[in-house]
């Protein structure tokens, strides 16, 4: 008997903790920190043709109450190089993330760039660039060469 009522005190007080704020609604975790918003996630090159620029340009938020640290950015392979600011992003500040892709190669392009930060929103996040590179076509005939 001893133990039910203990149980039913502990579980009282928890509720009464679990509930014991000025809204009435359950206590959650803190949801201070930096929190990383992207304009896009996708960038579609569409069709270009064999080096061209293959330069594109994400811009990311921080809409979060402390400065977004971007630790790491990183291409899915050499072809795709981004380049992002190193110094902190103030809350409410936006930075440049530049992308640039090796248009020298011919055919369809889908590569991805990992960006790894202390957001709270994720750690971890994905940005896709996508198009079709076609070869460049010579105007030259083949008696001028």
Not at 17 to 34: I, L
């Amino acid at each position: 008997m001893k133990s039910k009522v203990f149980s039913f005190a502990l579980y009282v007080i928890a509720t009464i903790g679990f509930f014991n704020n000025a809204s009435g609604q359950p206590v959650t975790a803190d949801s201070s920190g930096a929190e990383l918003k992207v304009d896009k996630e996708v960038h579609d090159y569409g069709t270009m043709q064999q080096n061209a620029n293959g330069e594109c340009v994400f811009i990311i938020t921080n809409t979060g109450s402390e400065p977004l640290v971007i630790s790491e950015c990183r291409g899915s392979c050499s072809c795709t190089v981004p380049d992002w600011p190193r110094e902190p992003i103030a809350p409410g500040k936006s930075a440049k993330i530049t992308v640039k892709y090796d248009t020298n190669r011919v055919g369809p392009i889908h590569k991805t760039v990992r960006i790894t930060s202390n957001a709270t929103n994720g750690p971890v996040t994905t940005l896709t660039i996508k198009g079709n590179i076609v070869a460049t076509v010579s105007h030259e005939s083949p008696a001028n060469q």
